[in-house]
T-cell receptor, first 118, second 114 residues
Framework: DAGVIQSPRHEVTEMGQEVTLRCKPISGHNSLFWYRQTMMRGLELLIYFNNNVPIDDSGMPEDRFSAKMPNASFSTLKIQPSEPRDSAVYFC????????????????FGPGTRLTVT | KNQVEQSPQSLIILEGKNCTLQCNYTVSPFSNLRWYKQDTGRGPVSLTIMTFSENTKSNGRYTATLDADTKQSSLHITASQLSDSASYICVVRLSMEYGNKLVFGAGTILRVKS
């Protein structure tokens, strides 16, 4: 298995533009997490899905952020409109198993998308 | 307030030496504690996961300890190698009735020099 796949790996965009980050989970993994990482705040959980259903989006910073998981093999994180303070590395991670909520499942992280908003 | 504090912030050691990274947490009620290794430009990779009943867990040259009474954990790296240079992140999970939320430490940046 290729692991968690994220695209693009790097994104540079201007303030106000829409940004869409993509994630393909490991096949068979039922839980998917979106994280944001910055030097100042470290890793932050934004939202997670279980069996394609959003379970907890309390980490989503504001309405400009939205995430979808239309099927078991694809998820998107969208920022509209983007702002310079959104610059960060965004990670997608997945976990095998369908327990709700996820318990001790090992999380497998993708390589991340480095977003720069100018 | 649920917090995870790691020390030191950064560390430089010579190849072959041992080192210990610390993690203190105030997260309660506790479900499990994980240590992740994050290489530069890569996503975190899990090293160990421990529940409150486990005192120690090893993964090769990495040994994690947990004292649930004092709410302290450590990650000991034996005979360090250049490839150990990375950020090490301590993550504590709240118990199920609190939504299994994860609380992340800021990480310790380790650099191993030859």
């Amino acid at each position: 298995d290729a692991g968690v796949i994220q695209s693009p790996r790097h994104e540079v965009t201007e303030m106000g533009q829409e940004v869409t980050l993509r994630c393909k989970p490991i096949s068979g993994h039922n839980s998917l997490f979106w994280y944001r990482q910055t030097m100042m705040r470290g890793l932050e959980l934004l939202i997670y899905f279980n069996n394609n259903v959003p379970i907890d989006d309390s980490g989503m910073p504001e309405d400009r952020f939205s995430a979808k998981m239309p099927n078991a093999s694809f998820s998107t994180l969208k920022i509209q409109p983007s702002e310079p303070r959104d610059s960060a590395v965004y990670f997608c991670a997945t976990t095998p198993g369908a327990s709700i909520p996820p318990t001790c499942g090992e999380q497998y992280f993708g390589p991340g998308t480095r977003l720069t908003v100018t | 307030k649920n917090q995870v504090e790691q020390s030191p912030q950064s560390l430089i050691i010579l190849e072959g030496k041992n080192c210990t990274l610390q993690c203190n947490y105030t997260v309660s009620p506790f479900s499990n504690l994980r240590w992740y290794k994050q290489d530069t430009g890569r996503g975190p990779v899990s090293l160990t996961i421990m529940t409150f009943s486990e005192n120690t867990k090893s993964n090769g040259r990495y040994t994690a300890t947990l004292d649930a009474d004092t709410k302290q954990s450590s990650l000991h790296i034996t005979a360090s190698q250049l490839s150990d240079s990375a950020s090490y992140i301590c993550v504590v999970r709240l118990s199920m009735e609190y939504g299994n939320k994860l609380v992340f430490g800021a990480g310790t940046i380790l650099r191993v020099k030859s």
